[in-house]
């Protein structure tokens, strides 16, 4: 029986997570389960689930938490220092990492300090200081194992393999809502349109960015570190079916790839399991309804964030931070209407150009980098046209 901590149980992987757990209650246990600000749905998972603990970050929800939960001796505490402590608690064995953004960092961090095997969903704790958190991992002997689909596919390809016989991965991209369309379409697209993802259903800023190809800029960055790849080795097609996850080709030439349906259980599962398979009955690939899979290179003209993203992983240093900083203030402007959809890789490049640029960064460089980052392009947005109305 592994217990599990999953933080940010109200998200799309969390309450997958969630779905998981419940089809396999003879191999999971919910220990802790965290949400920010989402009281009305944490409150319903913590009375299915019986956590010991439940994490609200958001303090203003402390109190209703706290009295739904009374009578079932459920423990709630409030803040982030609250989420360090109880992933890093003895009854904890695995730590579901499924905080969207920057605000995940620390909680995965301190998982991995404690040595608990780290479901990694949260990528960009990677993008933000993956130097860092791999070196932690490894000192700590905390195995990160990954939950997004593309670096669940690589892993799994690596099994049994030799690192240095990995010539490059090929990570797939789906190319979003906005496939082949051009900058003279783009330009006036929404945020409703941006969050119709085709082939997967996810939170909002997930799905802005697949819109928009950051996701597989910080993907990229995330598969650097967790691979242990040269910046040469991470390599990008489209593939619009999303049935091919991910790819490696290894020295010999030879290209292993994973496939399944696009569905996000899956990857949970396998992070949860492994190196075991768990049976299920999710619905199986038929090859004869996927008859055509296909790629083609990647507009890296139309969908800039994605060269932006590259040049950040090349620049290294605290650029994939401040490349990350700026992307969650972007996305979070124009899921408000304050920025439009071209402009975000404006101001992203921008803000890039602004920040100091620091070589080695150490956490705390981390830390303030991201600051930097968040105050300087709040300022772009301000003077956005969207912004002035
Ligand atoms: P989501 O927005 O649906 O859920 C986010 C969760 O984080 C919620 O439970 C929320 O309460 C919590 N949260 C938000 N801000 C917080 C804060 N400041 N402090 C503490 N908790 C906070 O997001 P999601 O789509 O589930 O994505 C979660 C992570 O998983 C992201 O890093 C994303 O890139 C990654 N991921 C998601 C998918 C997917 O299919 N959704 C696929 C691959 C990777
Ligand atoms: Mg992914």
């Known amino acids: 029986m592994q217990r599990l901590a999953i933080l940010g149980s109200t998200g799309s992987i969390g309450t997958q997570a969630l779905e998981v757990v419940q089809a396999n209650p003879s191999l999971f246990r919910v220990e802790v389960l965290s949400a920010h600000s989402n009281s009305k749905l944490v409150i319903e998972q913590a009375r299915a689930f019986k956590p010991s603990v439940v994490v609200i970050t958001d303090e203003t929800k402390y109190k209703e938490v706290k009295d739904a939960l009374l009578m079932l001796q459920i423990k709630v505490l409030s803040g982030e220092q609250a989420l360090v402590e109880a992933v890093q608690s003895d009854a904890v064995d695995i730590v579901v990492a499924a905080i969207v953004g920057f605000a ?3 909680s995965t961090l301190a998982a991995v300090d404690a040595g608990k095997r780290v479901a990694l969903a949260n990528k960009e704790t990677l993008v933000v200081a993956g130097e860092i958190v791999m070196k932690r991992a490894a000192e700590k002997n905390a195995a990160i194992i990954p939950v997004d689909s593309e670096h669940s596919a690589i892993f799994q390809c690596l ?7 990995i010539e490059k991965v090929i990570l797939t991209a789906s190319g979003g809502p906005f496939l082949g369309r051009k900058p003279n379409y783009l330009v006036n697209v929404k945020a409703s349109h941006a969050l119709q993802h085709p082939n997967w259903s996810m939170g909002a800023k997930i799905s802005i960015d697949s819109a928009t190809l950051m996701n597989k800029g910080l993907e990229m960055i995330e598969a650097k570190w967790m ?4 910046n040469e080795q991470v390599d990008v097609i489209v593939h619009p079916q999303s049935i091919i996850h991910s790819m490696v080709q290894f020295t010999d030439g030879s290209v292993k790839a994973q496939m399944g349906l696009p569905d996000m259980k899956l990857p949970i599962q396998y992070a949860l399991a492994y190196p075991q398979r768990i049976p299920n009955t999710f619905k199986r690939v038929d090859f004869k309804e996927h008859s055509k899979l296909s790629f083609e290179p990647v507009d890296y ?15 290294g240093g605290n650029a994939p931070c401040v490349l990350n900083a700026a992307n969650e203030v972007m996305v979070t402007a124009f899921l408000q209407n304050r920025v439009g959809f071209l402009e975000m890789s404006d101001m992203i490049e921008k803000t890039l150009q602004s920040v100091s640029f620091i070589e080695h960064p150490q956490l705390e460089d981390c830390i303030s980098s991201d600051i930097e980052a968040r105050e300087i392009a709040t300022e772009f947005v301000k003077k956005s046209q969207l912004s002035m109305y």
């Open 104 to 106: 995940g960092l620390r």
């Open 159 to 165: 099994v049994g393999e030799q690192p240095e016989t």
């Open 227 to 230: 691979f242990n790849l040269t």
């Open 301 to 315: 003209k139309t969908f800039r964030n994605l060269s932006i993203a590259r040049e950040a992983m090349e620049r």
